[in-house]
């Protein structure tokens, strides 16, 4: 069964560094998620893409974080400098161009953050 | 706009007891619904999902849930709880422009 792939799994960097997290997601999957989820909160939707398009972008810190889907394919999702407050699991996820409002997201295993 | 309600942020029942979880969703039309779970550390798994076909879904692990127009709500429940049905659950609604909306959570406990 096709996954959504995320790696690393886990950082553990020091505030002020450079983070980087990669995402894959299904093969033909035309958009992908960036969520943020603290400890014991539900997932906040950092951005959607529409293929290489960005199409909502409104809950990114844009003065630290970035995101790009160069080919459509796969994402990177940049933090820089990171702070404490970031500490938290950024999840990918991915679903197919379905008609509108029938789509399914599939969820990668997510990489856990952690800013000392 | 849309929006969902969980209406128990923790539920506690013994293991082979019926499981309830409570799900409200606010939208000016009938939306596509869904629920996820998440053991710790783990991304998010889907359960199962309305989308304005059959008003009872069944999903995996003998979870199943029904959606109830007149009550706007989709609870969640499974007749018998398994240990490894402890976990955090969301609801979640998505809007005609593939925007979700996640609930705020419930945690599940499920107490031998």
């Known amino acids: 069964e096709a996954e959504v792939a995320q790696s690393p799994r886990y950082k553990i960097t020091e505030k002020s560094q450079a983070v980087a997290f990669w995402c894959d997601p299904i093969?033909?999957?035309?958009?992908l998620y960036w969520y943020r989820q603290i400890l014991g909160q539900g997932p906040e939707l950092l951005v959607q893409f529409q293929d290489e398009s960005v199409v909502d972008d409104s809950q990114l810190p844009k003065d630290r974080f970035s995101a790009e889907r160069l080919k459509g394919v796969d994402s990177t999702l940049k933090i820089q400098p990171a702070e404490l407050g970031d500490s938290a699991m950024y999840l990918c996820?991915?679903?197919?161009?379905?008609?509108?409002?029938?789509?399914?997201?599939?969820f990668g295993p997510g990489t856990r953050l952690t800013v000392l | 706009a849309q929006s969902v309600t969980q209406l128990d942020s923790h539920v506690s029942v013994s293991e082979g007891t019926p499981v309830l979880l409570r799900c409200n969703y606010s939208?000016?039309?009938?939306?596509?619904l869904f629920w996820y779970v998440q053991h710790p550390n783990k991304g998010l798994q889907l359960l199962l999902k309305?989308?304005?076909?059959?008003?009872l879904v069944k999903g995996i692990n003998g979870f199943e849930a029904e959606f109830k127009k007149s009550e706007t709500s989709f609870h969640l429940t499974k007749p018998s709880a398994h240990m490894s049905d402890a976990a955090e659950y969301f609801c979640v609604v998505l809007n005609t422009g593939n925007q979700f909306y996640f609930g705020t959570g419930t945690s599940l406990t499920v107490i031998p």
């Open positions: 309305y989308t304005s076909a059959a008003t």
């Open positions: 939208s000016s039309y009938s939306p596509s």
């Open positions: 996820a991915s679903s197919p161009r379905g008609r509108a409002g029938t789509d399914t997201q599939y």
């Open positions: 093969s033909g999957h035309a958009t």
